[in-house]
């Protein structure tokens, strides 16, 4: 009998959500996503310390200095992960963008740039790679800007319809909503615990799906930020899932049944209205929108957080 990780796999491409290359290659992901607070985790291991040591090595010849050295030196640092993950996956990395540029457009098409500019340089085709933005209306202007370039984007924090509108009118590849952190502000404000099919992470998830197949946008859906294999179970017949190393562990140890949850075909039926959704709309409903509003911001600092404790590694090393 197939575990449950084998039988999700059959209807929905699973991603690991993770910067330790160990447990990739336990769990066979199509593709993988990392993030600041991913790298550091794996960075902090001794495993990964001759990554850091290369990534500090390979710009001793670089005339920068300060953070001009430190950021550029963290982005070689990412790339260096990606290109150790893409040894060990067929599909795609997704390597994330400055959190500090999330509302500077211009700073984060550089970014990206310079993100392909490097893989490229190591022989790795731009297919292969995602640039993680965060869903500011800047973000995605940024993305806009990428995507006619041929530099895919995966769109990330993104917490409602709006965004989620934004970034398909833009013509992101991906996006990449959070579940479980929508799940965290409701729990915390509601005191109420909820059955994952009532999860509010999960239904809006469900909303963007069914809003995309209906109105037949190609940009690709992957349900990310999960607390529990429910939420995942919910999820089955998303486009994506990005599951951390923890919960694939526990679908590949459970025999259970999986059904299908969500289908492109039955979406067509949602009485969902198409929105249009410009900078002052989407402004206005994102403020309105206090959860989204406010985990967004709150993904951005943790990024930024974490970032500069990598930069804080890196440094050391110098």
């Known amino acids: 009998m197939q575990n449950q990780l084998e039988q999700l796999k059959q209807f929905t491409r699973v991603v690991a959500d993770t910067g330790d290359f160990g447990a ?169 615990d909820y059955s994952a099919s009532e999860d509010p992470g999960v239904l809006s998830v469900r909303e963007i799906f069914d809003y995309y197949k209906k109105f037949d946008y190609p940009v690709e859906v992957m349900g990310a930020s999960f607390r529990n294999t429910g939420q995942i179970l919910e999820l089955a017949g998303c486009d994506l899932l990005t599951i951390s190393p923890e919960l694939l562990k526990e679908l590949s140890e459970n025999n259970d049944p999986v059904e299908r949850k969500l289908n492109a075909a039955s979406a067509k039926s949602n009485p969902i209205e198409r929105l249009d959704v410009n900078e002052k709309t989407f402004r206005w409903l994102h403020n309105e929108d206090a959860m989204a509003t406010e985990k967004t911001a709150e993904g951005i600092r943790k990024f930024a957080a974490d970032t500069v404790k990598l930069e804080q590694l890196i440094e050391a090393k110098r």
Not at 35 to 47: E, H, R, T
Not at 144 to 160: D, P, Q, V, Y
Request: net charge neutral.
């Open 24 to 192: 990739m290659k336990d769990f066979s992901p199509e593709d993988a996503t990392t993030n600041p607070s991913l790298i550091l985790k794996a960075a902090q291991k001794s495993d990964y310390a001759q990554i850091i040591d290369r990534a500090v090595a390979d710009q001793k010849g670089s005339n920068l200095t300060g953070i001009a050295w430190a950021d550029a030196t963290m982005e070689h640092l990412l790339v260096l992960f990606g290109l150790e993950i893409l040894k060990i996956i067929p599909g795609r990395v997704s390597t994330e963008t400055h959190a500090k540029l999330s509302f500077d457009t211009e700073g984060l098409v550089e970014n990206g740039r310079r993100f392909i500019k490097l893989y490229e340089k190591n022989g790795i085709d731009r297919n292969r790679i995602l640039v993680k933005i965060a869903s500011t209306w800047e973000g995605v202007r940024a993305a806009e800007i990428l995507e006619k370039e041929g530099i895919h984007c995966n769109m990330t924090l993104l917490f409602s319809l709006a965004q989620a509108s934004a970034c398909a009118e833009a013509k992101a590849t991906l996006i990449s909503p959070f579940v479980g952190r929508i799940l965290d502000w409701f729990k915390a404000n509601t005191k109420k």
